[in-house]
């Protein structure tokens, strides 16, 4: 079914929150506007080279390994979203290096083994997936010590697995 609508099985499950390959007959399934995402990825990806593709994708898996799929995708696209806002540097590897942003960058966990799941959920966000809802900032709330911490004060606009996203 993924190849007839021009996706993959990893999106198509991501999207509809299914953990099998199988799905009921009856049941709605909801597919991503293909041609749609197929020009938002050729003209996103066009832009980005293959040092900043390998770059986000390292973020992510050091960010959300372990997080479901979507939640990766959202981790990648919170960069994508910061690149796009003006608030923030105009380069994925701006975002990334930017003091004090990401834990996984000051840990050294970006350096970890890269994951295929954390590739492609890459690929995803940068096909223009965003299930962050344009969130700007994204945290563990189980990691945050400092109850004073300024990312409380952001506005919390979804959750996936165990990260807040939040503009």
Do not use: C
Request: aromatic share 10%; no cysteine; hydrophobic share 40%.
């Amino acid at each position: 079914m993924s190849r007839r609508f021009g996706t993959d099985v990893a999106t198509l499950k991501a999207v509809n929150k299914l953990s099998g390959d199988r799905i009921r007959a009856g049941g709605k399934l909801w597919i991503p506007d293909a041609p749609k995402q197929a020009r938002a990825q050729a003209s996103t990806l066009s832009k980005v080279n293959n040092g900043d593709l390998y770059l986000l994708a390292r973020l992510i898996n050091g960010e959300a390994r372990g997080e479901p799929f979507t939640g990766q995708v959202a981790v990648g696209a919170v960069i994508l979203n910061r690149v796009k806002s003006g608030k923030f540097p105009k380069t994925i590897a701006g975002n990334i290096y930017k003091a004090g942003e990401f834990e996984s960058v000051a840990n050294g966990q970006i350096w970890q083994p890269l994951t295929s799941s954390a590739v492609k959920a890459t690929k995803a966000a940068l096909g223009g997936w965003d299930p962050s809802g344009g969130a700007l900032y994204f945290y563990n709330p189980a990691k945050i010590r400092n109850p004073y911490s300024w990312i409380w004060s952001r506005k919390v606009i979804n959750r996936i697995g165990r990260h807040v996203f939040a503009v």
